[in-house]
């Protein structure tokens, strides 16, 4: 089994990823959904990384999956990862910024042609180019989720400050319906800067919410490519999980030594329970990767709930993370 931790695109929240977490669990993987404020304009690429580093610590076995633009992120990753999946993803050259991306590839004028050759007025559009092969449940996860983060400016004028990828497998997988980033650019964006071929599934830009389980299915194919020596300890597949669970994060991380996870206090409200399961926090040990002010800031998370989770914090010894 391997440990999948989901990085998200431009916004960074981790609820994009609520159904494709139970998925891997069902095929006996750990799953972590990173949360990054990226609305945050103190926070930049070197700092998205950071988050990324503290949500891997020093687990075995970590497939890093980095969707649109978090592949800015992934190669300034500094924990060791087993494998890199780029997920519809932005993919970088060393120093260059986001910013100058879409020029530098041709984004633009190839979504404005894949626009032209489908009929459709090439006006960028939310529904359109993005939210087009969502299902009710998946409408419902985001709407969960709260208003969209508008990303900062911060990180799309920093250059991606990365030498060259790093020395373990790295993927390309492409939602053959993606309508912001076409499939056919994807590939030759692939092969002109990786030299990689690119694998496609079914599915649009925000494919993790479309088709989770055919994600899943993939994710799990290139783990079994993993050598067994990079692999995370096996577990039993976890069953079919209700609706209250579909967004929870792998129990054991955050809990290093092999020591028993702390669980969450008791007597949180609905929302505060929701708001915690949709970006992946699970257990007590796992909220010392977070600050309380990013916390504060998941949609459903209230001061109560909050002042809940810091004392039971600190009856076990722990606290929030320190806010960089």
Known sequence: MATFVLVPGAGGQAAYWALLVPELRRRGHQAIAVDIAENDPALGL?????????????????????????????????RPVAMIVLLNAMI??????????????GSGKARLAA????????????????????????????????????????????????????DVPVKVLIGAGDRFFPAEFQHRLAKNRLGIDADEIPGGHLVALSNPAGLADRLHAYAAELPAADRAPARPATPPADAGASAESAAQHGSPGGR??????????????????????????QLTQVSEQDLSRLHGMGPKAVRQLRDALAAAGLGFATKN
């Open 260 to 285: 028993q996870p702390r669980t969450l206090p008791a007597g949180l409200a609905k929302p505060a329970q929701r708001a915690l399961a949709a970006a992946g926090y699970t257990t007590l040990d």
């Open 46 to 78: 070197p700092e998205y990384a950071q988050i990324v580093d503290r949500a891997i610590g020093g687990q075995p076995g970590v497939v890093l999956v980095a969707q649109s633009l978090a592949g800015f992120t992934a190669p300034m990753v500094s």
């Open 92 to 105: 970088p050259e060393p120093g260059e910024t986001p910013g100058e991306w879409w020029d530098t590839t």
């Open 115 to 166: 626009d032209a050759a489908a009929g459709r007025d090439g006006e960028l559009d939310i529904e359109t180019h993005f939210l087009h092969d969502l299902p009710t449940e998946a409408r419902a996860v985001l709407a969960a989720a709260g208003p969209p983060r508008e990303p900062a400016d911060t990180p799309f004028r920093q250059p991606c400050a990365f030498r060259h990828w790093p």
